[in-house]
């Protein structure tokens, strides 16, 4: 079964603190992505990879970079935090799509971040 | 914009009854469509997909999903909801011409009364 591990379930931190969140898959998958959830908005995307080092912007990068070193990990940071990045972090990782079949994300618990 | 909605925000029901949650998409392309759920303090998984064929596809726990082409719809269905379907339920939409980039609707809430 494929894990996808959320280096924090919760974590509080002060506005202007540089912020990393980690997030690591366990079954080689090539794509990983960064979402936050927020009630009535869904999964907004933030950033996804596709393969090592290579990165691209989802539709909220702002305020946001990643990185991704190895295959397996893939991580976000918050730059200077601010108090509207408070929010639920998931992320997510899947095989790219072949001609047969498409591909499902598994998703991670979550990170809840407070920034106070 | 490439988008997807959902036209519910929130439905309660009682046991036995029906269930239908509308989602519409906003990209002309070819698409792979997916409904995921999440269930109360537990992380998203897969219900059902969508790639290719029956536009009529069957998914986990009695769910199932049509898709209407000429409507940009992907709506999920459910002939009899339980207490234990309360749970949150999002649509998702995969371009195939963007590979990597996945986009969800904005969610609906489901509360299903005993």
């Known amino acids: 079964d494929v894990k996808v591990t959320q280096s924090s379930r919760y974590l509080v931190k002060r506005t202007g603190e540089k912020v990393f969140l980690e997030c690591v898959q366990d079954?080689?998958?090539?794509?990983m992505f960064w979402y936050r959830q927020d009630p009535g908005l869904g999964l907004r995307l933030i950033y996804f990879?596709?393969?090592?080092?290579?990165?691209e912007k989802g539709d909220i990068p702002e305020g946001y970079s990643v990185s991704r070193e190895k295959k397996e990990r893939f991580s976000l940071i918050l730059e200077s935090a601010s108090t509207n990045q408070t929010s639920m972090y998931l992320c997510?990782?899947?095989?790219?799509?072949?001609?047969?079949?498409?591909?499902?994300?598994?998703f991670g618990d979550g990170t809840r971040l407070s920034i106070l | 914009a490439q988008s997807v909605s959902q036209h519910n925000h929130h439905v309660i029901l009682s046991e036995a009854a029906s269930l239908e949650l509308g989602c519409n998409y906003s990209?002309?392309?070819?698409?792979?469509l997916f409904w995921y759920v999440q269930y109360p303090g537990q992380h998203l998984q897969l219900l059902l997909k969508?790639?290719?064929?029956?536009?009529l596809v069957k998914g986990i726990k009695g769910f199932e999903a049509e898709f209407i082409k000429s409507k940009f719809s992907f709506n999920l269905r459910k002939p009899s909801v339980q207490w234990s379907d309360t749970a949150e339920y999002f649509c998702?939409?995969?371009?195939?011409?963007?590979?990597?980039?996945?986009?969800f609707g904005p969610g609906t809430s489901l509360s299903v009364i005993p």
């Open positions: 997510a990782s899947r095989n790219r799509d072949n001609t047969y079949s498409n591909q499902p994300q598994h």
């Open positions: 079954m080689d998958h090539e794509n």
């Open positions: 990879s596709y393969d090592v080092k290579m990165k």
């Open positions: 990209y002309g392309g070819t698409v792979n």
């Open positions: 969508y790639f290719s064929g029956d536009p």
């Open positions: 998702a939409v995969n371009p195939k011409t963007s590979y990597d980039k996945v986009i």
